[in-house]
C-alpha cells in the first residue's frame, strides 16, 4: 500500500498497562481523510493513555498503530511526521515571538526557511493573526495562543491532527473559532482529526464518536447512532449511560 492510498491513522488491538494496572485494552480505531472522530470519556477513561501511544511517548504492550502507513514502533519518524498535535497543556515559550515559536517548530521538521516563513504568514493570515506575528505569546489571549499552537502543529502540513482537550480554559467564543477552524481544515486539507475532550457539547458535528471508559471501547459510531443505541434523546443523558460506575 503506498502512502497516498494508507488511511490516515490506523490504531488495532492497542492495550497498556502501568504497573499491572490496564489502562486501555485491546482498542482498535481509525481516521480516515477529511474526518474528524470525538474522542469522548471521563476522567480516567484512557484517553490520555491512547495520545501517548499515538504520539509515540510510550509503546503500547500489544497491538500496532500506523500513521499513512508507517508503523510506529519500527519507523516512528516517518510516522510522526505526517502527524500534528494541540496538546492539553500550554506548550508555547511566553517569552518568545509568535515567528520565533513557529520556525523553531519549522526548523524541527527541516523546512526550508523561505517555505516556513511563507507558510506561517499563510496560516496565520488563515487564523486572522497576522498583526500579532512579532508580538510576544505572553501578551495574547488564552484564544489566541490556542490559535497560534494550532498554527503551529500544521505548518508541515501532517495528515492527522490530535487535539488532546485543547479547548480546556477558553471562553465559549474561543472555543466555537477553534471548532470551526478545524473543521475548515478538514474540508479545504483533508485532515482526519481526533478531538478528545470530555465536553459533550464538543462532538455534535463530529462524524464518529468514540466513547472510553475504564480503558474499554463503550462505542463507536455516528452520533445518531450513541443516541438510539442507548435509547437517550441527549448526548449528556448517552454518555453518562455509558459511563456511570
Not at 476522567?43 to 511517548?57: H, I, R, V, Y
Amino acid at each position: 500500500m503506498t502512502t497516498s492510498e494508507a488511511l490516515p491513522l490506523q490504531a488495532s488491538c492497542v492495550s497498556k498497562s502501568y504497573q499491572g494496572h490496564p489502562a486501555l485494552r485491546e482498542l482498535s480505531l481509525t481516521l480516515r481523510r477529511g474526518e474528524r472522530v470525538a474522542l469522548l470519556g471521563p476522567n480516567g477513561a484512557g484517553k490520555s493513555t491512547l495520545l501517548q501511544l499515538l504520539t509515540g511517548l510510550f509503546v503500547p504492550d500489544t497491538g500496532e498503530i500506523r500513521i499513512m502507513g508507517h508503523d510506529l514502533r519500527h519507523a516512528a519518524p516517518q510516522a510522526l511526521a505526517h502527524l500534528g498535535v494541540v496538546f492539553q497543556q500550554p506548550a508555547l515559550d511566553l517569552d518568545l515571538s509568535v515567528r520565533a515559536n513557529l520556525r523553531f517548530h519549522t526548523d524541527l521538521h527541516g523546512l526550508p526557511r523561505h517555505l516556513a516563513d511563507a507558510r506561517i504568514e499563510e496560516d496565520l493570515a488563515r487564523m486572522g493573526l497576522t498583526e500579532h506575528l512579532d508580538k510576544t505569546c505572553r501578551t495574547l489571549s488564552g484564544g489566541n495562543r490556542r490559535k497560534i499552537e494550532l498554527v503551529r502543529a500544521l505548518l508541515h502540513r501532517p495528515a492527522v491532527l490530535l487535539m488532546d482537550e485543547a479547548t480546556v480554559g477558553l471562553d465559549p467564543a474561543s472555543r466555537v473559532q477553534l471548532l470551526q477552524a478545524v473543521e475548515a481544515l478538514q474540508r479545504e486539507r483533508g485532515v482526519a482529526t481526533l478531538w478528545a475532550t470530555h465536553l459533550v457539547e464538543e462532538v455534535e458535528h463530529a462524524q464518529r464518536v468514540v466513547v472510553l471508559h475504564k480503558g474499554q471501547l463503550r462505542h463507536e459510531g455516528p452520533v445518531s447512532s450513541l443516541l438510539s443505541e442507548t435509547g437517550q434523546t441527549t448526548l449528556q443523558a448517552a454518555f453518562l449511560s455509558l459511563t456511570r460506575a
